[in-house]
T-cell receptor, first 113, second 113 residues
């Protein structure tokens, strides 16, 4: 069974601070996805990283896939209250099938003004 | 284009009852996946349907079942409800190819008393 461990589980910071969320596994994934979920809504895909060592940037968000494709990180620079939400990482299995994702339990981020 | 819709949004049932949840995918999408989200276990994959056939299944008991209709709409059924079935049930749709992005609906919040 493939498992994804996310840390920290909860994070409360002030506007303007930087933060990093980690997603680790003992299993290799063909790719890894990051989602953000807001209250009352389903998760929304932010990014997919595919190649070991890959770094992707989305405005103030930087995503990195580990060289061995077992771990990933999400770094937010100068966090804003609009970044508040549940951040989920999800691994795509070795078959590459996006319809069966293995999710971490999430990091609940609160950015205080 | 309209997003994924789920009905009902909220549901309260008692132990032993059964429940049916509905998911309408994005127009043109042929694959629907179902997930259960709880604070303790996070998001867990239930099953996936493509062209009216169950293509993949997670590790849930047989009380959880689903089906898909010719218009790609999907339903999931939970029989003999238990307290532990209280959760947010999310569906996601894709075009059906293994690399397609999943688009999630807002979920159905089920409470079992």
């Amino acid at each position: 069974t493939q498992l994804l461990e996310q840390s920290p589980q909860f994070l409360s910071i002030q506007e303007g601070e930087n933060l990093t969320v980690y997603c680790n596994s003992s299993s290799v994934f063909s790719s890894l996805q990051w989602y953000r979920q807001e209250p009352g809504e389903g998760p929304v895909l932010l990014v997919t990283v595919v190649t070991g060592g890959e770094v992707k940037k989305l405005k103030r968000l930087t995503f990195q896939f580990g060289d061995a494709r077992k771990d990933s990180s999400l770094h937010i620079t100068a966090a804003q209250p609009g970044d508040t939400g549940l951040y989920l990482c999800a691994g795509v299995g070795s078959g590459g099938s996006n319809y069966k994702l293995t999710f971490g339990k999430g990091t609940l981020l609160t950015v205080n003004p | 284009k309209a997003g994924v819709t789920q009905t009902p949004r909220y549901l309260i049932k008692t132990r032993g009852q059964q429940v049916t949840l509905s998911c309408s995918p994005i127009s043109g999408h042929r694959s629907v996946s179902w997930y259960q989200q709880t604070p303790g276990q996070g998001l867990q994959f239930l099953f996936e349907y493509f062209s009216e056939t169950q293509r993949n299944k997670g590790n849930f008991p047989g009380r959880f079942s689903g089906r898909q209709f010719s218009n790609s709409r999907s339903e999931m059924n939970v029989s003999t409800l238990e307290l532990g079935d209280s959760a947010l049930y999310l569906c996601a749709s894709t075009l059906g190819r293994i690399v397609d992005t999943q688009y999630f609906g807002p979920g159905t919040r089920l409470t079992v008393l």
